[in-house]
């Protein structure tokens, strides 16, 4: 038995609540089975139950045996002084109050049907799965299904938030230098996305805006403060960005980031950070107030016409400064941007449409449902499930719900677990 179990049997009444009785025989009738606390203290607050016709208001709290109250120290813990009914899975001993009165205690094991039991230890078997409802999954209703994945999105837009709010604060609300920081973090992908955020927090975005109109010095700030200019190297471009960053650092008072936190192994040379910084140069040399667009725009093509971004020219022929490649036009491309849309720029619209005070997203959520599915090993597994993604949206949902429900093991929380033991 789970205490997790309890809790959800509890609190959805997933029990006979006809003829219930305390171990003392007592007639008890539940009129309110509180609210779930998720803090410390009783496991229900503020509920109503009416012991042999007595109606009594308190918290409930619930243990496997009656015992655990005395492991878990309640006796001498004042926040459990309210409790006016134990709801335990088997009970071994009695639980008095200060006064020596006995607590209530309803022994739950009598009023749980064994079709409950059966359906939770299959949902939890030991059987190796990739998630615990896998075989059940596709038989949960659409109507139900959607609802929950619409709520797992919103959840993850709200989990993106925090590091958003954390970059606005430290940038004293200034939504545009928030903006830069997040794309920079954006354009180092997985691999440098922290790197790529450290370098742009070593200056002031006001520098940006300053170099922004000469793109070679804006590819010189960058280059040089992601510590890509610290060697020597013969390459002629290489000499003259770095000549450029030397004068734009004495101008600046700028300091690089350390050590070689930038790395080119294990990436495609698309996304090396050299060409990855020069399309974030050729952007920011491109658009003076990008955050304003980005605001006004509502619509995926127009999205896609605004990241329509390259390289320097130096660029076209190389993916380092050491070799010479094959000419070629290294523009971002739709895949790139739409990676973009949904880590960046949709979680920072969403942000700011709430600073608002707006709660109409739908805006957002069009832009995201028409945005091709993600292609991963997580959304390739809910693929052989049958669980198919025509869209961002519902790939982000389903990352959510693997990443935070199914691997955490909380089936009892989820909406599709609750759907499967509530059949019953």
Known sequence: MNENLLHFLWKLKLFSVNNLKSTNGEIIHIISNGIHNLNTGPDFLNAKIEIENQVWGGNIEIHINSSDWYKHNHETDKNYDAVILHVVWEHDVEIFRENNAKIATLELKNYISKEVL???????????????????IQSIDSFIFDNWLERLYFERLEQKSTIILEILAANKNNWEATLFMLLAKSFGLKINGDAFLNFANTFDFSIVRKVSNNVEQLEALFFGQAGLLSNENESVYFEKLKKEYEYLKIKFKLTPILGRQVQFFRLRPNNFPTIRLSQLAFLYNKYQNLFSKIIEIESLEL??????VSTLPFWETHFTFEKESKKSTKKLTKSFIDLILINTIIPLKFVHLKSL???????????????????????????????????????????????????????????IGKTILNKF
């Open 303 to 308: 999205f896609y016409s605004l990241f329509e």
């Open 118 to 136: 059966i359906s939770y230890n299959q949902l939890f078997s030991k059987n190796k799965k990739w998630i615990n409802c896998e075989n059940e």
């Open 357 to 415: 005070g707006k709660s109409d997203y739908s805006s957002l959520l069009n832009i995201l449902e028409n945005i091709k599915p993600e292609k991963n090993s997580i959304i390739s597994k809910y693929n052989d499930l049958k669980i198919k993604s025509p869209n961002a949206f519902k790939t982000q949902a389903l990352l959510q719900l693997k990443n935070e429900y199914c691997s955490k093991q909380l089936c009892l929380q989820c909406a």
